[in-house]
């Protein structure tokens, strides 16, 4: 999978909901939920697809396909090998018959006599009786101690040491042992750092932008490529085209402190092989002077604002959109 298929998706409405908890920190981490009838569900994305759950699964897989998810491993469930229905039970059955009817029997040793049963023959009314000797047996420990257990059959009377494990299929009723089952991995999911800052860029960011275009009769793509004179594609934070007459790029850069004439001047070298109608530059939360300088030289519309929503607002006021088509005035000389 790609960038593209990755921008395609963050324009979906359910994956625009389900990324901004994880930016808000409504949601650390996607951890499964068991279901005996869909193996596993994920309630979180649930809540964005209308309450269905295969819907969700659906997603979440598809989040992790295209790298927007990174998942680790959260649990191995067993399933029916012959219809992969979750619902199985784990008996134990005799080994000498097969069947699941045992019981198990735990082991008494009289310490005086020595006398070694069952505990079901020692037990009376009230207390413990050695069946050999009729003398009641009050502290354990002392009087008594436990060796062990069996296990017996009712069917065949048989005793073993240890049953035969199975899997009972309850769907569909197919019995199969270990050699046979099938295993499912089931996977908790987190948001991936780079999808994360990618996801605020093309849509936090860039959406009250985009709006703005959208509402006056722009086709917007962000972000957008465009080949240039040389043949180069050239990708920009947001394309916006009307008819065929104008082509408006805009690049959004965002710093901690006031952003240098780098930016600028790698915007240049787009826009020169490109030539749009209008070039805009957003900073936030601003430029410095020889950003400036250099921006209106190289006839770079400058926008700076201190979040996106700000910068739209600013971008509608700036050219009160008769059509974006004018450049702003140079300066006839540059001083660094």
């Known amino acids: 999978m790609t960038s593209k298929d990755r921008l395609a998706l963050y324009q979906d409405p359910s994956v625009q909901l389900l990324l901004s908890k ?100 020692f037990l009376v009314e009230g207390g413990l009786l050695c069946p050999k000797c009729n003398k009641e047996l009050l502290e354990a420990g002392v009087d008594y101690q436990k060796l062990g257990a069996w296990f017996q059959c009712s069917q065949c009377g048989k005793r073993s040491d240890m049953p035969s494990p199975i899997h009972r299929c309850r769907t569909c009723g197919h019995i199969f042992t270990i050699r046979d089952t099938g295993f499912v991995n089931i996977y908790a999911y987190r948001l991936g750092s780079e999808a994360e800052e990618e996801f605020k860029r093309s849509y936090l960011v860039m959406k009250p932008i985009g709006v703005v275009l959208e509402d006056f009769q722009f086709k917007v793509e962000m972000p957008g490529q465009i080949a240039g004179r040389s043949g180069a594609l050239h990708r920009f934070d947001a394309v916006a085209t009307k008819g065929s007459s104008e082509l408006v790029v805009l690049d959004v850069i965002a710093s901690e402190k006031q952003i240098d004439e780098v930016p600028v001047a790698s915007m240049y070298a787009k826009i ?65």
């Open 22 to 121: 994880f930016v808000r920190g409504e949601i650390v981490e996607l951890v499964p939920s068991f279901d005996l009838n869909q193996t596993v569900r994920y309630p979180e994305v649930e809540e964005v697809v209308e309450g269905d759950s295969g819907a969700a699964k659906k997603l979440v897989e598809k989040l992790w396909d295209v790298g927007i998810f990174k998942r680790k491993f959260h649990e191995k469930i067993l399933v029916c090998p012959s219809c992969l229905s979750v619902n199985v039970s784990n008996d134990y059955v005799c080994p000498n018959c097969n069947s699941i009817d045992i019981e198990r029997k735990t082991l008494l040793e009289h310490t005086a006599c020595g006398n070694i049963d069952s505990v079901d023959n």
């Open 272 to 336: 020169f092989d490109v030539t749009p109608t209008q070039s805009i530059l957003v900073a936030m939360p601003g430029l410095t002077e020889k950003a400036k300088r250099l921006a209106g030289l190289y006839r770079i519309s400058t926008i700076e604002a201190e979040n996106s929503q700000q910068a739209a607002d600013r971008i509608k006021d700036k050219f009160g959109w008769a059509g974006l088509s004018g450049n702003e005035e140079s300066l006839g000389d540059l001083q660094l």
